[in-house]
C-alpha cells in the first residue's frame, strides 16, 4: 500500500480557495484500538465552512484534512482489534470521544484513507451505499435526534421547517412527514422550491420574497394567548439571527421551537413576551448518537428513506462543492468521492 494519498487539506484559516488537494499527504497507520479505512464517500457540512474560516476559542492543529462525515471499507486493523474484521463496510460517527470531531481536531474524510477509532464505528447493512451513509451523521443524525429522540413531532402537527434545503434541512422535512405532519418548507429560490416539494413538504415559502411568519399567521390564523387557535405547532429553526423572533411570533400558544444550531448568528434579539405569553417551549437538540445513525441506515436498508443528494463530486472538485454549501446553492447534500 501506498505510503501517501490524495487529500484535501487546510493548511490556514481563510476562504474556500485556502483548501488544497495535495496527492502526496502522508498515508496514516492504525494505532491500537484503531482501524484504518478506505474512504467510500464523505459530504460536507456547514460546520466544514466555519472550520475553513476559523472559529473563536477552537484552535485547529494544521494541516489538517477536513471532512467530518464519511464511511467506507476496513483495510487495515490496529493492535488488539478483535471486533471488526478486514472488509467490513462501515459508517464513521465523526466525534472522537478522546480527541475531538474528525476533520476539525484531527484529519477527517476527504481522503482516499482515514484513521479512525474504533469507538466510533458503526457496521453499514448490505444495501446502503457508501454516498448515502456519508450523507448521515451531521445532518441526518441532527435531524432524527430532534424529531424522534426527543419526540417533539406528532402526527397532525403543523411544522415550519426555515433552512429547509440544506442537510439538516431536507432531513427534517423527511422526517416530520413520516411521522404525519403538515410541512411548510422555506427555501429561497424557485427550483430548491419546486425540489422540496417533491421531496413531500405540503407548503413551501420562498423567504426571499415572502416573510414566513406573516405567510404562516395568514395561512393559520394569528396565535391566540387564551385558546390555542391559530399559528404552527412547531418551528424548527437552526439559523438563528433574525428569523428568531418571527419564529416566535407565529407559534401557536404552546407550540414548540426546535433549535440545533445557528449559521445566520448565535446572539439574536430576542423577544421574552412571546415564550411566557404563549407558553411556547424552546427545545435544544445538540448532536446525535450511534443509535440515530443505526436508526436511520435501518430505514434507508428499508426503503423509507433516500438521503438527498445534490451533487456527488471527485475529491479534485471538492472544494467547489463546499463553495455551494457557503453561497446556499445547495438542496440537500454534497458527497465527495475520494
Not at 439559523?239 to 448568528?265: E, H, M, Y
Request: proline share 5%; glycine share 12%; hydrophobic share 40%.
Amino acid at each position: 500500500m501506498a505510503q501517501t494519498m490524495k487529500a484535501l487539506v487546510l493548511e490556514a484559516h481563510g476562504d474556500i480557495d485556502t483548501l488544497k488537494v495535495v496527492t502526496d499527504y502522508p498515508r496514516p497507520s492504525p494505532g491500537p484500538g484503531e482501524v484504518l479505512i478506505r474512504v467510500g464517500a464523505s459530504s460536507f457540512n456547514y460546520h466544514d465552512v466555519f472550520t475553513v474560516k476559523g472559529m473563536p476559542g477552537i484552535k485547529v492543529p494544521m494541516p489538517v484534512v477536513i471532512g467530518l462525515d464519511m464511511a467506507g471499507q476496513v483495510v487495515e486493523l490496529g493492535a488488539g482489534v478483535a471486533e471488526w474484521r478486514v472488509g467490513d463496510r462501515v459508517l464513521v460517527n465523526p466525534l472522537n470521544k478522546a480527541k475531538g470531531l474528525m476533520g476539525e481536531m484531527l484529519d477527517g474524510g476527504m481522503a482516499e484513507y482515514c484513521r479512525v477509532s474504533t469507538s466510533q464505528l458503526i457496521a453499514m447493512p448490505p444495501d446502503v451505499s457508501y454516498a448515502d451513509a456519508a450523507s448521515l451523521p451531521v445532518a441526518y443524525g441532527t435531524a432524527h435526534r430532534m424529531l424522534i429522540t426527543h419526540n417533539t413531532v406528532k402526527a397532525g402537527d403543523k411544522v415550519l421547517i426555515l433552512g429547509a434545503s440544506g442537510g439538516v434541512g431536507t432531513g427534517c422535512v423527511m422526517l416530520a412527514k413520516q411521522l404525519g405532519a403538515e410541512v411548510i418548507a422555506c427555501a429561497g429560490s424557485a427550483e430548491k422550491m419546486a425540489a422540496l416539494t417533491a421531496l413531500g413538504a405540503d407548503h413551501v415559502v420562498n423567504y426571499r420574497e415572502t416573510d414566513f411568519s406573516k405567510w404562516a399567521i395568514q395561512q393559520y390564523g394569528k396565535p391566540q394567548r387564551r385558546t390555542y387557535e391559530g399559528g404552527v405547532d412547531v418551528v424548527i429553526n437552526f439559523t438563528g439571527g433574525d428569523t428568531w423572533v418571527p419564529s416566535l411570533k407565529c407559534l401557536k400558544r404552546g407550540g414548540t421551537l426546535l433549535v440545533c444550531g445557528a449559521t445566520a448568528g448565535h446572539d439574536p434579539k430576542e423577544d421574552l413576551r412571546y415564550i411566557w405569553s404563549f407558553e411556547l417551549k424552546v427545545i435544544g437538540s445538540n448532536s446525535f448518537y450511534d443509535d440515530n445513525l443505526s436508526a436511520l441506515m435501518d430505514m434507508i436498508q428499508a426503503g423509507t428513506l433516500k438521503p438527498t443528494i445534490d451533487k456527488l463530486l471527485p475529491l479534485e472538485e471538492a472544494a467547489e462543492g463546499l463553495r455551494m454549501i457557503r453561497d446556499r446553492e445547495v438542496m440537500g447534500k454534497i458527497v465527495v468521492t475520494p
